[in-house]
């Protein structure tokens, strides 16, 4: 920051040697620390999705895409529970979504994966293209609701 200048961080004057930020500019905390909580939650996500990804390919060798199903929908299960988790304040706080939903699922799941996984299947004329797409969506819907009915079940 130049010349040890105050800046304004939601209407609070703030002196940062990490970060500039510039004359006249007005920083949003709250988007700031969501932003942040998303980037953390991601890479944690991503980094699980990796290693389990590694593990379950390590014991599997088959042409089905074993770990991408699998971790699609452990994450719709997940996300069943944490989605009834948020929306009863008592349990847990909605600040925590955008780590926990958007960032830590978002970079756990593999929608993308899914999607370049089926094409590449179908592409060669494998009937397990077909299989494996309406599993995944079944299964992970199923996972989902599952999840919502463990924790509902709880109260």
Excluded at 70 to 77: H, T
């Amino acid at each position: 920051m130049a010349a040890g200048r105050p800046k304004v961080l939601d209407g609070r004057v703030v002196r940062s040697a990490f970060f500039a930020i510039p004359d006249g500019v007005r920083v949003r905390s709250g988007l700031l620390v969501k932003c942040l909580a998303v980037m953390c939650g991601g890479a944690v996500g991503s980094l699980i999705r990796y290693l389990a990804t590694r593990a379950v390919n390590e014991r599997y060798d088959g042409q089905f895409p074993l770990a991408t199903f699998i971790i699609n929908v452990s994450g719709s299960f997940l996300i069943g529970i944490l989605t009834v988790f948020l929306d009863r304040e008592d349990l847990l706080h909605p600040a925590w979504r955008p780590l926990l939903v958007t960032g830590l699922l978002g970079g756990y799941t593999t929608f993308s994966t899914f999607a370049w996984e089926t094409f590449a299947l179908g592409r060669g004329g494998s009937p397990l293209a077909i299989l494996y797409g309406v599993s995944s969506v079944i299964a992970g819907w199923v996972a989902c609701w599952m999840g919502v009915l463990v924790i509902q079940r709880g109260k």
